[in-house]
């Protein structure tokens, strides 16, 4: 059984960076894929950015260039430095992983940009 616990979230004016964290506990070595995802009030969640089974990275459309993922094994941590942010970056982070074929998710952190 994985966990995920996701921090870093807050309000931050336009243009301005976060960085967001996720720790996995339970399991990490077993994960094959592990990333972040989001959701903005009434929209559908959407992939921000993850690393594949094979180890390689994909971002969102409008996130590539801003965003950047990055991951400690050490620590157990996969991060999200966000730069750039827009008012439409709004919504609830989640970090997601994938471990023996299921699924797993965080509880998710706000992220607020202001205009």
């Known amino acids: 059984q994985v966990q995920l616990v996701e921090s870093g979230g807050g309000l931050v004016q336009a243009g301005g960076s976060l960085r967001l964290s996720c720790v996995a506990s339970?399991?990490?070595?077993?994960?094959?894929?592990m990333g972040w995802y989001r959701q903005a009030p009434g929209k559908q969640r959407e992939l921000v950015a993850t690393f594949t089974t094979g180890g390689s990275t994909i971002y969102g459309f409008s996130m590539k260039g801003r965003f950047t993922i990055s991951r400690d094994s050490a620590k157990n941590t996969v991060y999200l430095q966000m730069n750039g942010l827009k008012p439409e970056d709004t919504a609830v982070y989640y970090c997601?992983?994938?471990?023996?074929?299921?699924?797993?998710w965080g509880k998710g952190t706000l992220v607020t940009v202001s205009s």
């Open positions: 997601a992983a994938t471990s023996r074929g299921m699924d797993y």
């Open positions: 339970g399991g990490f070595f077993s994960i094959n894929a």
